[in-house]
């Protein structure tokens, strides 16, 4: 099984979303979303490759949706797994987001 490595601001938007939704709706609800996220990274590093190439982005990440986020992340160079760039609200303004 392959690994996926967060970067530091892929985990500062996991805590971010874990807060906003434990306050907003409940921690149940934050828990189902975190969980679906971690098995779609999952997913990603078993199937490096897969998703939406984003050449209008700086480095040209790779993007995957679940529900309302976008997954970003790159393939490890010698594809033993891959690293998430960043985790953003698909409603959210992409470029100023990963420009931070």
């Known amino acids: 099984m392959a690994q996926y490595v ?5 985990l500062r938007d996991l805590s971010e979303l874990q ?17 679906r996220l971690h098995r779609a990274m999952s997913s990603l590093a078993d199937y490096p ?15 995957f949706p679940v529900s309302s986020w976008l997954i970003f992340y790159s393939v490890r160079p010698d594809r033993t797994g891959i690293e998430i760039a ?3 609200d698909m409603r ?7 420009r931070r």
């Open 19 to 35: 807060s906003f939704l434990t306050e907003r709706e409940s921690s149940e609800r934050s828990f189902i979303v975190l969980a």
């Open 49 to 63: 490759g897969i998703g939406r190439r984003r050449d209008d982005l700086v480095g040209s990440p790779l993007c």
């Open 6 to 10: 967060l970067s530091p601001e892929a």
């Open 86 to 88: 960043r985790i953003i």
């Open 92 to 98: 959210r303004d992409i470029n100023a987001m990963l």
